[in-house]
Structures are given as C-alpha cells and as structure tokens.
C-alpha cells in the first residue's frame, strides 16, 4: 500500500510562499480544476490530486499513473510580467523542477525541448510539463513518476524515481523541493523577465541542444508545413527552438513534437 501524502508536511515546509496547497483524494485534471476556477484564485496556489481520471498532456494526449505513485499537481501563478515574456514559464518549470530532484535524490535529469524530464543513460520520461493560460493567469501542471514500477509504466518510453535508483521517494519532500525552487526562479524571474539566468539554465540542461532532431510542428492544422530535420543548436531568450537544416537555413520553433535522432 502506498502512503497518503503529508501534505502538512509540504505546508510546513514551504506554506508561506504558496498560500493554498490542496490535495484531494481524487481529479479529472488539476489543470482542468485549476482553470475552472482560476478568476476565483490568488497568485501562487497549488492543487495535488492522489489521483486523475482524465490527465492531460499536450493537445489530445493523456497522462497516466496509477494512484499515490507519482506527484500529479497544478500551480496557479498569475505572473504579473508582460504576457510576451511568458514563454519561459513552463521552461523556468522544467529547470526547477530537475534541481529539486538532484538535490533531493542525486538522480541527474536532463530536458527534452520544450518539457519532458528525462533520466537515465538512455534519457526515459520521468516527467511532463503541461501548461495552460487563462487572463491574467497561468496553470502550470507536473507530472512526475515517483514510485512507479516498470510494469505500471504506461509507455515503454517512460521511467521513475525509484526504477532509477532514488535515494529518496517521500512525495512530501520532492513537492516541497519542487515548490521552493519554483519559488526561487519566479522571484529571479519577476525581478527581470528578460534576464539571461533562466535561459542560461535551461540551456545547459537541454538534451535537445546539439542534437540531429525532426520537429514536426504542432498544433498541425491541414496545410502545415512539413517536419523540420537538423541540429538543435540553441534555444532563444523567448524560449524558441532554434534548428539549423543541412542547408544552412535555422527555423525558430515555437510549438513543437520533438524527436531525438543522433547526437551530432
Ligand atoms: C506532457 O504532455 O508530458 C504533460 C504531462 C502533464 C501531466 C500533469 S499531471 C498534473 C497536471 N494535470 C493534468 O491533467 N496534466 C498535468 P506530452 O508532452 O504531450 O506527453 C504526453 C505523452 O507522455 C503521452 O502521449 C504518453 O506517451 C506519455 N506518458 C503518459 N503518461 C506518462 C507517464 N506517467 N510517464 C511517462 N510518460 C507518460
């Protein structure tokens, strides 16, 4: 039996900064609830749900994990810079929530442009990042595979904490690490929107960086253009994908599905 989550635990450790932490038995989404009642909802609150029926990923994908095995959680930020600036938002994410697994298991993680935390020699899926706008607001949603065994996995291209060896799997320790690093980039963040330090981050975490990709570009109404095929050689400072094609041409990507071919 997996245990509930010490959700005083999480209050206790980082309830200051994020005003409402809660947690329910049960959620369709916690992107979905979140943004159902977002005009109703403060900066900085945070919503966990032991279990969802309906999870989200990107466009019409799914996120699946079997109850109490995995941190499914939605932060509502209402970011109060120019909306321009919020393409970092699921990147600052990404960074903090691979610095608070490091820190707490001594697992190393790597991003997968624009969101997926990857571990492992062989880069598997630990993690997804979902987010969404609603006005003033943004719902940020994390999906993270703690205790996940492998037979529960729901694709082979998935692993967990513990398949990967963590040192620790308290979910009350990872989501208060996961919040206090959040904490600490959206501050830095505020304090300078179109500061270098979030991007340089990012950067030097980026598995996708350096690498022979194929972007086939999402959403794909009729007409859209083909996949783009060739190295990912930056990410910009609005957080674009940058690839350069074998002929010299470089195409800034927005909104993407990434696959990783080769190094280079
Ligand atoms: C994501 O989408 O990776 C974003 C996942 C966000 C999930 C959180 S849970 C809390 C919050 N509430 C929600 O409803 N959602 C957020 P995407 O990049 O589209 O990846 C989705 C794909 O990941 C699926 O099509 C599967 O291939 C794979 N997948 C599904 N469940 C997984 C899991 N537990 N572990 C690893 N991969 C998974």
Known sequence: M????????VRRHCG???PRIDVVEQSVSTNADLLATATTRGDREVLVAEHQTSGRGRLDRVWTSPPRAGLLFSMLIRPGVPMA???????????AVSEAIEDVTAVGCALKWPNDLLMGVDGRKAAGILIHTSGESAVIGIGLNVSTTPDELPVGTATSLAIEGARVVDRAVLLGAVLDRVDRWLLDWRADPAGPAIMA??????????????VTMTPRPDGAPPPVIGVAVDVDDSGRLII?????ARHAISAGDVEHLRPR
């Open 2 to 9: 997996r245990p509930p989550l010490d959700i005083e635990a």
């Open 16 to 18: 200051e900064r994020w």
């Open 85 to 95: 600036q919020w393409g970092v938002l699921s990147l600052l994410c990404g960074v």
């Open 201 to 214: 981050a990012y950067r030097r975490r980026c598995a996708t960086l350096g690498t022979h990709v194929r």
């Open 244 to 248: 350069e094609t074998g002929d010299g």
